[in-house]
């Protein structure tokens, strides 16, 4: 049986300059699930009676720069600030804790990852209980670790999504920008199991090693390259023609080096802004070499497949190459935090070089 009142992070306005200070802890209600409606803190949402609604007990969650940006102010799925307070959180895992009368494939006491993108009704992972359709939920095979499962969504599904619908030959490379995060270290294991070769960009020479260590073909780091980043991340292609595609996720004068970098016709796709929110997109290799630039967000992404049933084939899948060991979601895990310690979750997350995913545990 669930107690009656829960703790959860509950910032009731954003700070754009420093996410830790928006972070607030409270005790709230234990929100019930229902038959086509919740209920969170004070707001009743409703939902499609077609909605199989159930409850989670919170054990893990990581923290993601799209969760900071939800403190900022600055994520776009986030709701507005004059709906605030929010529970935030995009990603978690859990246990099964009660179900709606209409759930039907979800039983008591499972393991559960969570979609809490893109947090419009403010209902995010951050709590020690959450309310959820069972469409956002996926069952996590007894095969995948804790640490894995609670960062299903927002990294592994990101993985696949994005290199799966650039649709490269075998053989193409690929530069991963910011190459020692953990998402990062992903696009490495997918493109190996797509047959795709990666470079890595990183920003200091004593993470090449690491990041080759972490399954990159190749690295450049732009302290030794100086203002060559585009031809040193070339010379790793053949013919030094340039890349197929990068992924980037930093913004600003980085975007630049890597559409250089680029063969014609090649694909830069962005899908963060860690340095800057604008990204420098030169006119010449754009119009003369038909390079393009397009983003990803994970988001769009989950709601632009075709169906459930194309839904649920992209989770099979996905989980399927981690419990295979084809994505390894739990390779690059760090400090871990009480719900309480939230705020220094937020800090540790935002530090360059911290040596892994900052996790929210509630074990």
């Known amino acids: 049986m669930s107690p009656a009142m829960m703790k959860a992070i509950r910032p009731t306005a954003p700070n754009a300059e420093d996410a830790a200070a928006a972070v607030k802890v409270e005790t709230i209600p234990v929100p019930e699930p229902g038959a086509g409606e919740y209920q969170?803190?004070?707001?009743?949402?409703?939902?499609?009676?077609?909605d199989k609604i159930v409850m989670v007990q919170m054990k893990l969650r990581p923290v993601n720069p799209a969760d900071l940006f939800s403190l900022m102010g600055i994520y776009p799925g986030c709701a507005p600030a004059d709906r605030w307070p929010i529970t935030p959180g995009?990603?978690?895992?859990?246990?099964?804790?009660?179900?709606?009368?209409?759930?039907?494939?979800?039983k008591i006491g499972q393991r559960v990852a969570l979609a809490g993108f893109p947090l419009q009704d403010g209902n995010g992972t951050w709590a020690e209980f959450a309310v959820f359709k069972e469409s956002d939920l996926a069952a996590i095979p007894d095969?995948?670790?804790?640490?894995?499962?609670?960062?299903?969504?927002?990294?592994?599904?990101?993985?696949?999504?994005?290199?799966?619908?650039?649709?490269?030959?075998?053989?193409?490379?690929?530069?991963?920008?910011?190459?020692?995060?953990?998402?990062?270290?992903?696009?490495f294991d997918m493109a190996k199991h797509l047959g795709l070769k990666t470079i890595g960009l990183v920003r200091r020479d004593a993470q090449v090693q690491e990041v080759l260590a972490a399954g990159a073909d190749a690295c450049v780091s732009t302290e030794k390259s100086g203002n060559d980043i585009a031809a040193a991340l070339r010379a790793h292609t053949p013919r030094e023609e340039g890349a197929y595609a990068a992924l980037e996720c930093v913004g600003g004068e980085s975007t630049a080096h890597l559409i250089d970098a680029l063969r014609p016709g090649g694909t830069v796709v962005i899908y963060g802004a860690m340095a800057s929110m604008t990204a420098h997109v030169p006119i010449v290799p754009v119009l003369f070499r038909g390079v393009s630039v397009r983003g990803f967000w994970l988001h769009t992404y989950v709601a632009g497949l075709s169906s459930a049933a194309e839904r649920e084939r992209v989770v099979s899948e996905v989980l399927s190459l981690m419990e295979r060991g084809v994505l390894r979601a739990d390779k690059h895990v760090g400090k871990s935090f009480r719900l309480e310690q939230t705020a220094e979750a937020v800090r540790e997350s935002a530090t360059p070089a911290r040596g892994g995913k900052v996790f929210i545990d509630s074990r």
Request: charged content about 20%; aromatic content about 6%.
């Open 40 to 50: 969170a803190s004070e707001a009743i949402f409703k939902i499609g009676c077609e």
């Open 90 to 106: 995009l990603d978690g895992m859990g246990v099964i804790s009660k179900a709606g009368d209409s759930a039907k494939k979800l």
């Open 143 to 187: 095969g995948i670790s804790d640490e894995a499962a609670a960062g299903f969504w927002v990294n592994p599904v990101t993985a696949y999504g994005m290199l799966t619908e650039l649709a490269l030959p075998k053989g193409a490379h690929i530069i991963v920008n910011a190459a020692g995060s953990a998402l990062a270290r992903l696009f």
